[in-house]
């Protein structure tokens, strides 16, 4: 089995393939940022910050929406992935940027595997090592299906969904102060940057900025000619990301206000049961797992993204490598044992700062090199867009590089 019949596959119906990997891929760029460290840096931030987390949502959505509309066009248009584009606008920036990727999302799957484990354990009582093994089978056997493509775009929706439902009916009964949270997305009474930069890192960072760009190119769908559906997808992907955050905050907010301390070695689980008992706990367990699971499918799919650009024989061993990318992860994992949130956190601090290189890779493509995008002509606005976006990125990478030691307090 290879990826040519698989991930790679063209579609067999145009019209409603199309659709179907357009949806995938949105799906999947948005499930592998809502993972477990999604969400325990959204638990802990709106334990720190109460309503004035509002802002940070609402900054970083604005900032992820500039960031991916600039990617998805640039990698679409091309038809390259972002370590191809690399290579020709820089020799070596390619490598460069697929040797950072892999190890960030190495990084992220761990944690992830560590989400299915807490997931499973709330859901079921299982032990954690249990969990997380048991977690990482289901992964590889998606990969390991005759047609892994069709399944991984089919779960991520699913999942997707269902954790969207779930959280919005803890959200509800949660009862947040929604005139405070409204009124602090615009004013807030604290900004803090730290916070911001961590959330842009775990949305749009490292691995998680190409994982819906790269599926919907080797889905064969690429070109000039789709630029419209690309840019919605895009878009769309990121406001499920951002509700899926807005959900879980005012979930969150709505029992820190009561003036509940959430437990320091699981915020999250502990914040869905003080919301709803039993139920919120077992929710809890289901979200996590579902969060979990489609964040190890898309970052074990996209680390390997990166590399088969480099080797015929990557990619004629595609599905294999996914299924050891899990392995390795899983293994880690299990000899580590539960990963702290605290490193959840700092994961999506370290794409934050792999974020700002990659990102100037496209745009140098796109402002420079229209010779890459086969004549195609960048629209200034959009150019412009992303120009801002990868200016607060390097500030913000800087801020976090000399704030760094805040993330272990």
Do not use: C
């Amino acid at each position: 089995m290879t990826d040519r019949t698989t991930l790679d596959s063209p579609p067999a119906s145009p019209a409603s393939s199309h659709r179907g990997a357009l949806l995938g891929a949105m799906f999947l760029m948005a499930t592998s940022a809502i993972g477990p460290g999604f969400i325990t840096q959204t638990t802990v931030f709106t334990a720190k910050l109460g309503a004035a987390f509002a802002f940070a949502i609402v900054v970083s959505v604005l900032v992820d929406i500039a960031i991916q509309l600039n990617v998805w066009r640039v990698v679409g248009v091309s038809g390259m992935r972002a370590q191809e584009l690399g290579n020709r606008v820089l020799p070596g920036a390619g490598y460069a940027l697929a040797a950072l990727d892999v190890f960030g999302g190495l990084v992220f799957n761990i944690g992830n595997i560590a989400g299915t484990a807490l997931g499973l354990n709330a859901l079921l009582g299982l032990d954690v090592k249990i969990g997380g093994a048991i977690s990482a089978l289901v992964a590889i056997g998606i990969f390991l299906s005759r047609r892994a493509g069709v399944a991984m775009d089919r779960i991520v929706v699913l999942l997707g969904a269902v954790m969207i439902l779930l959280t919005l009916y803890v959200a509800f009964v949660s009862e947040p102060p929604l005139g405070d949270a409204l009124r602090q997305s615009v004013a807030p009474e604290t900004v803090d940057f730290l916070v911001i930069t961590t959330l842009i890192g775990g949305t749009v960072g490292g691995y998680i900025t190409y994982a819906g760009a790269h599926r919907m190119i080797e889905s064969g769908l690429r070109g000039p000619d789709n630029v419209r559906q690309i840019n919605r997808s895009a878009v769309t992907g990121i406001l499920v990301t951002g509700l899926m955050r807005a959900l879980l905050f005012l979930a969150v907010l709505g029992v820190v206000a009561g003036g509940v301390k959430l437990a320091e070695q699981n915020p999250p689980s502990s914040a869905f049961e003080h919301a709803a008992g039993e139920v919120g706990l077992r929710l809890f367990g289901l979200v996590m797992w579902s969060a979990a699971i489609t964040s190890v499918i898309g970052a074990s799919y996209t680390s390997v993204s990166f590399l088969v650009s480099f080797s015929s024989f990557v990619e004629r061993h595609r599905n294999r490598l996914v299924v050891a990318f899990i392995a390795v992860s899983t293994a880690i994992y299990l000899v580590i044992g539960t990963t702290p949130a605290k490193l959840l956190i700092f994961a999506g601090a370290l794409n934050g700062m792999i974020l700002p290189f990659g990102l100037g890779v496209l745009l140098w493509a796109a402002a420079r090199r229209r010779d890459l995008l086969g004549g195609y002509r960048y629209p200034g606005w959009l150019l412009a867009l992303g120009a801002a976006a990868w200016l607060l990125s390097l500030y913000l990478s800087w801020d976090l590089l000399t704030g760094l030691d805040q993330l272990w307090k």
